[in-house]
Every structure is written in structure tokens, then in C-alpha cells.
């Protein structure tokens, strides 16, 4: 997939893929409805990291984590 155009479909893919990777219980909360393009380079950003590893600490989840859900709060 090509994610170097922000649309829609490519913030969908990515909100999923770190969902799927973060094995995020609380993944229906974060829907990729709930962010703008406006996020797409931060959401990348969050994307590109969590693509990078294969695992992750308790703490490093809960800082992903968060940094969706700050994303998710400034609509």
C-alpha cells in the first residue's frame, strides 16, 4: 500500500494495522473515523514506529496507546 497520499483509506489501514500489532483490547474505541487528515503525518509517524518492531514493552504500548488517543482527542 502506499501511504505517501493522506487519504482516508490509508488512515484506515494504518489505525487498523497498529490495532492488529498493539493486540489493542480496547481496539473498537479507535476507529479510524475518529481522526482527520489533518493527523495523517502523526498517524504515519505512530504507524512507521509500530511497523518497525517486532515487540514491545508494557510501557512502550501504553505510550502508542496514548498518542492515538491524543490524536483521537483533538477532534
Do not use: H
Not at 518497525?52 to 510501557?59: L, T
Amino acid at each position: 500500500m502506499n501511504l505517501d497520499t493522506a487519504t482516508e483509506e490509508n488512515i484506515s489501514f494504518m489505525i487498523e494495522a497498529i490495532k492488529t500489532k498493539l493486540r489493542m483490547a480496547s481496539g473498537a474505541a479507535m476507529q479510524s473515523s475518529n481522526f482527520k487528515l489533518e493527523q495523517y503525518e502523526d498517524i504515519r509517524d505512530l504507524y512507521e514506529v509500530v511497523a518497525s518492531k517486532n515487540n514491545f514493552s508494557i510501557s512502550e504500548v501504553e505510550a502508542l496507546v496514548s498518542e492515538l488517543g491524543k490524536l483521537r482527542q483533538r477532534n
